[in-house]
């Protein structure tokens, strides 16, 4: 069955300490990997489309990276606004609508 | 920049009231999603339409309906409410794939999303 796990659910940071949220999926046909962010009370925002193992994208403090079981969102000496939660989300080959979400990991950066 | 409009940010209905919540997108996307976001269990697929007038259910399509009339716009019919839709329900939109963009995979644009409790 496919499915989409991020880990951890949540995860507090004080300024300026890196970490990594993962993102584990299981998918017959890969055709992209998402990731979103998702400020509270909002819709989730468009970050990376990762589409093959190896690949990987920059945007200011963030770089997200792909392996054939896993994607990782890697945060380089973040800020509170970097405070969201960030949602992965995998498309597989066989249906134009078939888009399946993690429930998310909640960053919380502390001043 | 591409805009989803949600008519409602926040909506407050009775048990049994047929509900309608509204998607409108303004960059002619032939694809329009409906989804409900609950705590732990991440976004779910409820329809998705991928022409005027064609619609694929998703994963929990009980106790919805949907219309597209239009290009531009999706809306998601809650026929009886009940107090188990209480939640935040999310209109998205993106391009059709065909030819070489059948290939790749492109993203979702998320409207603000509309908050809906049902007493």
């Known amino acids: 069955e496919d499915q989409v796990t991020q880990s951890p659910e949540a995860l507090r940071l004080q300024e300026g300490e890196s970490s990594s949220l993962n993102c584990s999926y299981t998918?017959?046909?890969?055709?992209?990997l998402f990731w979103y962010r998702q400020d509270p009370g909002k819709g989730p925002e468009f970050l990376f489309t990762l589409y093959s193992a190896g690949e990987e994208k920059e945007k200011e403090r963030l770089k997200a990276t792909l392996t054939k079981k896993e994607s990782f969102l890697h945060i380089t000496a973040p800020k509170p606004e970097d405070s969201a939660t960030y949602l992965c989300?995998?498309?597989?080959?066989?249906?134009?609508?078939?888009?399946?979400f993690g429930s998310g990991t909640r960053l919380s950066i502390r001043p | 920049d591409v805009k989803v409009t949600q008519s409602s940010r926040y909506l407050v209905k009775r048990t049994g009231e047929k509900v309608f919540l509204e998607c409108v997108q303004d960059?002619?996307?032939?694809?329009m999603f409906w989804y409900r976001q609950d705590p732990g269990l991440g976004l779910r697929l409820i329809y998705f339409?991928?022409?005027?007038?064609?619609?694929e259910k998703g994963d929990i399509p009980e106790g919805y309906s949907v219309s597209r009339e239009k290009k531009e716009r999706f809306s998601l019919i809650l026929e009886s409410a009940s107090t188990n839709q209480t939640s935040m329900y999310l209109c998205?939109?993106?391009?059709?794939?065909?030819?070489?963009?059948?290939?790749?995979?492109?993203?979702?644009?998320f409207g603000s999303g509309t908050q809906l409790s049902v007493l």
């Open positions: 960059m002619d996307h032939e694809n």
């Open positions: 989300a995998v498309h597989r080959y066989s249906s134009a609508s078939k888009i399946i």
């Open positions: 998205a939109s993106r391009p059709g794939t065909v030819g070489w963009s059948a290939l790749v995979s492109e993203k979702l644009f």
């Open positions: 998918v017959s046909g890969l055709r992209g």
């Open positions: 339409s991928y022409d005027v007038k064609m619609k």
